[in-house]
């Protein structure tokens, strides 16, 4: 997950539909209550402008009736597309590349050096994957570093809170504007042409990533060890508790001196001291 940005919204006069700062409260503590991300109390707009479209669709007249409808049966499935609207997140591939560097020569090699005694099994994590750029970078990374790869079993699950950015990650089609900036070699091998402006992964890479709706503050059913998580740009959303909780809940699945990728605004002073910090936002689990 990463800052999405949101284009300039309309004033509270200027506004379509009706939305009162009980509205508001009401849809912040509402997310927060389902997802664990923490919304501040000045991102009115930021609500609006996501959520009006849906108001229109549905002919509604203002926010409290959208309100009344999601809490409703009848609207028991708008309440995911409400959640979606509230999260989806702007990422790139190879975005904060000192990782994937990181992972290639540092983290994957300790990895192979374990393979030896403990077997060629690879697990990784990308938590808040969004629309898959992140994990599918992770994977061509895998491709790029270990050609045995097919001799191991390695597997990427890739998870997010929404279920639509799980269905774009799952399909790994991307607008052909989306590779602007990356190496030719990279893109000429595992990128091919899909339709007018579109790429889609290589099946290589598909085939070694699972996507799957998680909330990170609900149950995780996947058991571990992990060698590897990254989780960056999430943890900004949630409160200091909730990183606490999650934070140790990712220790609890990374293996024995496994390694944590986290976002360059983001650190775990104060949160937990289940890990050393390497530099760069790389941690490594010690407890």
Known sequence: MANRTVADSPTAEDREFAFSTSDYDYLRAMLKEKTGIELGPTKHNMVYARLAKRLRKLGMSGFREYIEFIGSDAGSGELGTTLNALTTNLTKFFR??????????????????????????????????????????????????MPDIKQWDAKILATDIDTEMVRRGNEGIYPAAAL????????????????????????????????????LVGNWPMKGPFDVIFCRNVVIYFDKDTQRVLFDRYANLLAPGGFLYIGHSENL??????????????????A
């Not at 893109?187 to 085939?207: I, L, Q, T």
């Not at 002073?269 to 010690?286: D, P, V």
């Open 96 to 145: 904060e590349n000192h990782h994937f560097e990181h992972l290639a020569t540092t983290a994957l090699q300790e990895i192979r050096a374990r393979a030896v005694s403990q077997g060629r099994r690879l697990r990784i994590w990308s938590a808040g994957c969004s629309s898959g750029e992140e994990p599918y970078s992770t994977a061509i990374t895998l491709l790029r570093s």
């Open 180 to 215: 602007e900036g990356m190496p030719a070699d990279i893109s000429r091998k595992y990128f091919e042409p899909y339709g007018d402006d579109k790429v889609r992964m290589v099946e290589e890479a598909r085939n070694l990533i699972s996507f799957k709706h998680l909330n």
């Open 269 to 286: 002073f104060g949160i937990t001291e289940r890990f050393k910090l390497l530099g760069r936002n790389i941690h490594r689990k010690i």
